[in-house]
């Protein structure tokens, strides 16, 4: 059973445009969503996270956007670089629950054409 | 900086040989993961621990075996390895339940 599911599988925009990767999960428990970035031959590193108390998150270019009620949320990137290219993790727990583990979905692959 | 270190990087074994992945990690963090990744699958929990001495299944653990002897280290051990266990594992620790996990490099096992 996948409880967290990412699309597209892979995503391909040019530079300078707002990239937007897609995230939805099934158990109303989950509160925590955290964003992990993984360039090759490297391991996954926390990008930017946010608790289902909010709607929106954001960090520099990064901004997450949470719809509770939908149990959906999406992370965009914009002005898209091309060293943004890379793998993007969805993630979830419910914390307020004692969830001692992740759940991550299978990832977006990005790609940044200059 | 947060470190969790891997040994070793790349390993080649032969199916029915036994196989020993270690993780240090620098962190003084209490929680410890094996995750496993395979392209399509994303990342999936193998074994955790979250004080030494201690292990806990996570959600694929058939065929796993997962060792803390302190806080700084954590060992994945496959007694009977196979060729579908031929992946890329990574380690990671956090300080808490599932705060901010911080991932090493990876190990890329192929299994012959």
């Known amino acids: 059973q996948q409880q967290v599911r990412q699309s597209p599988q892979s995503l391909t925009v040019w530079e300078g445009e707002t990239a937007i990767l897609n995230c939805s999960y099934e158990?109303?428990?989950?509160?925590?969503f955290p964003w992990y970035q993984q360039f090759p031959g490297e391991g996954p590193a926390l990008l930017i996270s946010i608790l289902s108390v909010s709607n929106k998150k954001e960090d520099g270019r990064f901004t997450i956007f949470f719809n509770k009620r939908e149990k959906k949320l999406s992370l965009h990137i914009a002005d898209s670089q091309p060293g943004d290219s890379a793998t993007y993790f969805c993630?979830?727990?419910?914390?307020?629950?004692?969830?001692?583990?992740?759940?991550f979905g299978k990832g977006t692959q990005l790609i940044i054409q200059p | 900086e947060a470190a969790v270190t891997q040994s070793p990087r790349s390993k080649v074994a032969v199916t029915g040989g036994k196989v020993t992945l270690s993780c240090h990690q620098t962190?003084?963090?209490?929680?410890m993961y094996w995750y496993r990744q395979d392209t399509g699958h994303g990342l999936r929990l193998i074994h955790y621990?979250?004080?030494?001495?201690?292990?806990e299944k996570g959600d694929i653990p058939d065929g796993y075996k997962a060792s803390r002897p302190s806080q700084e280290n954590f060992s994945l051990i496959l007694e009977l390895a196979s060729l579908s266990q031929t992946a890329v594992y990574f380690c990671?620790?956090?300080?808490?339940?599932?705060?901010?996990?911080?991932f090493g490099k990876g190990t890329r096992l192929t299994v012959v």
């Open positions: 158990n109303s428990a989950f509160d925590y």
């Open positions: 962190n003084n963090h209490d929680y």
């Open positions: 993630a979830a727990s419910a914390r307020a629950g004692g969830a001692d583990r992740l759940t």
């Open positions: 621990s979250y004080v030494a001495d201690s292990t």
């Open positions: 990671a620790s956090s300080d808490y339940k599932n705060t901010e996990v911080f």
